[in-house]
């Protein structure tokens, strides 16, 4: 699988873009803020429908403007598909595969496998869990549907029982219907509680290996899922805890609270961890995702390093580069180093400049 062109229009500092990237290995470069990250982003939000920093549709759409464009049309198995996808302020996204809309967003995922990597992703380890639960999130629901519609059914039922407990507090006949939101509460929170727990298992196969390679044999990494509840304990604690909930005006137990522990030994490196082990384990924790994607879809994913070299010393990305070999990949940069010509085949090269991407011959 592999992005064959993107066309863009209003998106970010875009007015109009249209590009072809090569199968194999592209390099986008560039100074700063001219735009680098924006094609990674158009591209990462056409396969994922949400962008990779989180931002809101009505941040994405270029200043001034009502509506914006992002159109990328992909080879999967040999066959051309096509992903369209507008953008409107004030209304919800619209999205179309092969010219067929489509009414929910989950229907895309499967489509296109993507692994986006981030200097911000250097630091998933030692910053707040709610990144690490994002990182899980997406993870599984690139790999599987039944999960994203799960996910997005519990974050509705958090909002609605925070919602209530709020309106509670004025009026104490609303009480009744908390019993309703709990029982759909326990229903999906029980579901990914236990589908992150097999992950994190599955995780913990591919990552022990890669990161033994990382450290030089000197570390064990393995991953601790560390749930709010357990699964079979949900309906029990979230119902211990209501008079907890009411006074406060927030949910305290389920799924919405859960982290993921790194331990290095019995070291717990989020806290503890040298910043040297914290980004080794941010790297395994990338590779292990493309090795997961490989493994649940028969597929390679499609790459996607945003200026992340720069912040490797030479030992991690030299493993790095090592590691894609199969893959496409789209790498931005401010320069085009020569480490990074040294050490793979460079099949294609787009400078970028306020806005505008001219291809250079090779």
């Known amino acids: 699988m592999y992005i064959k062109s993107l066309e863009l229009n209003n998106f970010r500092n875009y007015k109009d873009l249209s590009m072809e990237f090569h199968p ?15 094609i990674l982003e158009a591209l990462y939000y056409c396969g994922m429908t949400k962008s990779h920093k989180g931002s809101k549709e009505k941040e994405i759409i270029r200043m001034n403007e ?57 630091g998933i380890i030692k910053n707040g869990p709610s990144e690490r639960r994002r990182f899980l999130d997406m993870e599984i629901c690139q790999i599987d549907k039944v999960y994203f519609h799960d996910l997005s059914q519990y974050n509705k039922i958090i909002n609605q029982r925070n919602n209530l407990l709020k309106q509670i507090s004025s ?21 990914i509680i236990r589908r992150r727990k097999s ?44 008079e907890r909930d009411l006074y406060q005006k927030i949910t305290s137990v389920g799924p919405h609270r859960d982290d993921v522990e790194f331990d290095i030994g019995d070291i717990d490196i989020r806290k503890y961890g040298s910043q040297g082990q914290q980004r080794t384990a941010a790297l395994s924790l990338k590779l292990a995702e493309i090795e997961l994607v490989k493994k649940a879809t028969k597929d390679f994913p499609i790459l996607l390093l945003d200026d992340v070299l720069s912040e490797l010393d030479r030992n991690r990305q030299h493993y790095l580069l090592d590691s894609i070999e199969d893959i496409q990949t789209i790498i931005t940069c401010t320069g085009l180093e020569e480490f990074i010509q040294e050490r793979i085949q460079v099949n294609q090269v787009y400078k970028v400049t306020n806005g505008t991407v001219s291809q250079e011959k090779q």
């Open 171 to 191: 009026d104490s006949s609303l009480m009744g219907t908390l019993d309703i939101w709990d029982e759909q509460l326990v229903e999906y929170g029980t579901k």
């Open 199 to 242: 992950h994190i298992e599955e995780l913990n196969e591919v990552i022990t290996p890669i990161h033994d390679k990382l450290s030089g044999g000197r570390e064990v990494l393995t991953l601790q899922y560390e749930a709010n509840s357990l699964a079979e304990d949900l309906g029990l604690k979230l119902a211990m805890n209501r």
């Open 24 to 38: 194999e290995k592209n390099i986008l470069y560039g100074d700063n803020a001219q735009g680098k990250t924006n």
């Open 66 to 122: 009502k509506e914006a464009h992002i159109r990328m049309c992909i080879v999967k198995q040999g066959v051309n598909r096509r992903i369209d996808m507008h953008l409107r302020r004030n209304k919800s996204k619209g999205v179309a595969i092969d010219g067929i809309p489509i009414r929910k967003s989950s229907e895309l995922f499967g489509l296109v496998n993507m692994v986006f990597f981030s200097p911000e992703d250097l």
